[in-house]
């Protein structure tokens, strides 16, 4: 993944809900995948192992966030764990067809929370966070990022 998507991620995540934080480790993982994908294309084995298994810590991360005292998580579970089996399919025969079906499935469930995201009112889980203020300011066609607030202790306050 490239400095500027992580930069971006990393910039929504400290921004992000609960909703969110879902929505964006959906992106993440199909990131990964196409990544995998790509690296895979150029014949590079060691780059599509690496890629698709992001993708499964992601995934990993998605397992841990489940509230498994309600049915729709346990439905959840079943299925991340089902997506991870055809990760390691992949990576056992270097195979990207396996790949379609995770692909499709994370695609549905980013929509379906993409559409959550609208009716989700909550506000971000990190509160001590620098705001980020990105715009055209003073320079010609420059793009200039400017933090403000307290930048030495920010994120989740024990």
Same mark, same amino acid.
């Given at each position: 993944?490239?400095?500027?998507? !992580?930069?971006?991620?990393?910039?929504? !995540?400290?921004?992000?809900?609960?909703?969110?934080?879902?929505?964006?480790? @959906?992106?993440?993982?199909?990131? @990964?995948?196409?990544?995998?994908?790509?690296?895979?294309?150029?014949?590079?084995?060691? /780059?599509?192992?690496?890629?698709?298994?992001?993708?499964?810590?992601? !995934?990993?991360?998605?397992?841990?966030?489940?509230?498994? /005292?309600?049915?729709?998580?346990?439905?959840?579970?079943?299925?991340?764990?089902?997506?991870?089996?055809?990760?390691?399919?992949?990576?056992? /025969?270097?195979?990207?067809?396996?790949?379609?079906?995770?692909?499709?499935?994370?695609?549905?469930?980013?929509?379906? @929370?993409?559409?959550?995201?609208?009716?989700?009112?909550?506000?971000?889980?990190?509160?001590?966070?620098?705001?980020?203020?990105?715009?055209?300011? @003073?320079?010609?066609?420059?793009?200039?990022?400017?933090?403000?607030?307290? !930048?030495?202790?920010? /994120?989740?306050?024990?």
């Amino acid at each position: 993944m490239t400095q500027e998507k !992580i930069r971006d991620y990393t910039l929504r !995540i400290t921004m992000a809900n609960k909703t969110q934080m879902i929505t964006i480790l @959906y992106e993440m993982v199909l990131d @990964y995948i196409n990544e995998a994908e790509s690296e895979l294309s150029k014949d590079n084995r060691k /780059g599509f192992i690496e890629g698709i298994q992001r993708a499964g810590n992601c !995934i990993d991360e998605l397992i841990h966030s489940l509230n498994l /005292g309600y049915e729709l998580a346990n439905n959840l579970l079943g299925l991340y764990i089902f997506e991870k089996r055809q990760l390691l399919k992949a990576i056992a /025969g270097f195979d990207t067809k396996v790949l379609v079906h995770v692909k499709g499935t994370f695609n549905s469930l980013h929509e379906a @929370y993409l559409s959550l995201e609208k009716m989700d009112n909550e506000k971000s889980i990190m509160k001590n966070v620098p705001k980020v203020y990105v715009g055209l300011t @003073y320079g010609k066609n420059q793009l200039t990022e400017s933090i403000s607030g307290d !930048i030495m202790s920010r /994120g989740l306050k024990a």
